[in-house]
């Protein structure tokens, strides 16, 4: 039984919680999308995390989770291409339909 | 033999902390960007120096030895060239090393450098 | 003495969260999701997981970090105007904590309900290593066992560059960044740049045996691209447009001929013929390494000729 994994697998069940929680708060369309990267890390080390409870590292979750992070990457390229592209559309950081209440 | 080893090992890391911490006492301390940059540079290189020689003394090989020592030279080239280019931009910007800040707090002439572009 | 040092990490990874989330102004917001990414990098050392930790380090908290500064750096006053969003009373608020907290307890009886027995992945993977042409069991994991995965990633960067392409406006291109004519950094370059270039290349031979590969190298190259750019050189596609493009094509291209190469053996995708694999992989990680590093840089440099003037309030 590995304790860092069970730590570190209760971290990212932490992560995706306060990221799920950010994403539905905030209106900002860059604090959404940090709190999207945020989830998505949370996710990873769960991935990881519950595999290697064990105790025996296992090189496919961690294969896994470096493919997802040069994904996350490249959709958080995109995400701030469009949000720079609406920013300059229409003025605004925020979606019509994420009305503040 | 290996005691004294030890302890001179102790000694190093634990002063390396002691620097680390002062370094970082002045980014939060220091009135101005010029004042943070000058503690964070010199505390935390010398900080890192001292880490790093009390862990060259478990290194066990010599490889590992300059190793550790290449960390450290290129972790002190690019600190001096990133406090360099700070205060580089602050000046650009008219910032006043007597009156202190620009208009938002933190690492502010990092701030305004990216907001200049 | 390893637990508490985990509990700490564990505590420091929730509370950047948080910060991440509430700080104000934004900038502060980003600075700690770079640090939220850097405590990740260590606690992926933490998981004997140093492949993760190098790519965690470099694309993860640097290049991403480096996009979201920049982008900040075009959002100007805008961005500050935003104000806490904690407010009790909003039922935005409740819903968003409910739904977290149930997501948080479905995670938690999840991780409780599944047994801790290893799965028989690891030792697939070791039985099958000395047949996949390379000694590192997680590159052998990318390019040979699910190189699937490999392949639809490097996909996804390409697709990802072909909508930065179609949204750069390229009529109004111009180079927003003076250059600054800066002696200590020109200096320092000359000295930095071979010495990154050195890295990108030992990390893609490290791969082979030890952690490293074509993701940890071309992200370093990148950075080598973005520290080149930021100081004034201009690596892009205005310069040589055709081999720019190319070479964001490469790495897609070479991998999909290889893959393919397989069909006419009667084989199906993928599949490397055991003696070739080593030098296939290899061949696949050289033209990965250029193309992850360009498309990278290029997702970076790509908005710094897209923003018209007029974007920028006076």
Wanted: glycine content about 8%; aromatic content about 6%.
């Amino acid at each position: 039984m590995s304790s860092s994994a069970v730590i570190f697998s209760l971290a990212g069940i932490g992560l995706c919680a306060i990221g799920l929680f950010g994403f539905m708060l905030h209106t900002h369309l860059i604090r959404k999308l940090l709190a999207f990267n945020i989830m998505g890390s949370g996710v990873f080390l769960l991935l990881v995390g519950m595999a290697q409870r064990s105790g025996h590292t296992d090189p496919v979750p961690q294969a896994l989770v470096l493919t997802g992070i040069v994904v996350a990457v490249s959709a958080t390229a995109l995400a701030l291409y469009l949000i720079r592209r609406w920013l300059q559309l229409s003025g605004s950081t925020e979606l019509p339909e994420d009305d503040r209440r | 033999m290996s005691l004294l080893i030890d302890l001179l090992q102790a000694a190093l890391l634990l002063s390396g902390v002691v620097m680390f911490a002062a370094g970082t006492l002045g980014l939060l301390r220091f009135p101005d960007t010029y004042c943070r940059i000058h503690a964070l540079t010199k505390a935390d290189n010398l900080g890192l120096g001292l880490i790093i020689a009390g862990l060259m003394l478990s290194a066990g090989s010599v490889l590992l030895v300059f190793k550790l020592l290449l960390i450290w030279l290129l972790v002190m080239l690019a600190s001096a060239l990133s406090g360099h280019l700070v205060a580089w931009e602050g000046d650009a910007q008219g910032m006043d090393a007597a009156s202190g800040d620009l208009p938002s707090s933190g690492n502010a002439a990092q701030d305004s450098a990216e907001r200049e572009r | 003495m390893s637990v508490l040092l985990d509990l700490l990490l564990l505590s420091s990874l929730w509370v950047f969260a948080l910060l991440t989330l509430t700080a104000l102004p934004l900038f502060r917001g980003v600075v700690f999701f770079i640090l939220l990414g850097l405590m990740l990098a260590l606690v992926w050392i933490r998981l004997d997981a140093p492949d993760i930790a190098l790519a965690e380090a470099a694309i993860g908290a640097g290049i991403t970090g480096v996009l979201l500064l920049d982008t900040l750096g075009h959002l100007h006053h805008r961005a500050d105007q935003e104000s806490s969003p904690i407010r009790l009373k909003s039922s935005r608020f409740w819903v968003a904590l409910i739904s977290s907290l149930s997501l948080a307890g479905l995670l938690l009886w999840a991780l409780l309900d599944t047994p801790a027995t290893p799965t028989m992945l690891a030792e697939q993977v070791a039985r099958a290593l000395p047949n996949s042409g390379v000694d590192h069991p997680i590159t052998a994991v990318l390019l040979n066992f699910r190189s699937y995965d490999t392949l639809l990633e490097i996909g996804v960067l390409v697709v990802a560059i072909l909508v930065g392409l179609t949204l750069a406006d390229k009529d109004s291109a111009q180079l927003s960044l003076p250059k600054l004519p800066n002696p200590l950094l020109q200096a320092c370059l000359a000295l930095l740049v071979p010495l990154m270039l050195m890295v990108s290349s030992y990390l893609l031979w490290a791969g082979s045996k030890q952690p490293g590969g074509a993701f940890q190298a071309g992200a370093v190259l990148a950075a080598t691209g973005i520290l080149l750019h930021l100081s004034g050189f201009r690596l892009t596609l205005r310069t040589s447009e055709r081999l720019m493009r190319a070479g964001l094509l490469l790495g897609f291209s070479v991998f999909l001929l290889v893959a393919a190469s397989a069909l006419i053996d009667g084989q199906p995708l993928l599949t490397y013929p055991d003696h070739l694999a080593g030098i296939l992989i290899l061949i696949i990680e050289l033209a990965l390494t250029l193309s992850i590093g360009l498309i990278l840089l290029s997702l970076f440099t790509l908005p710094h000729f897209a923003l018209p003037e007029q974007e920028r309030p006076k």
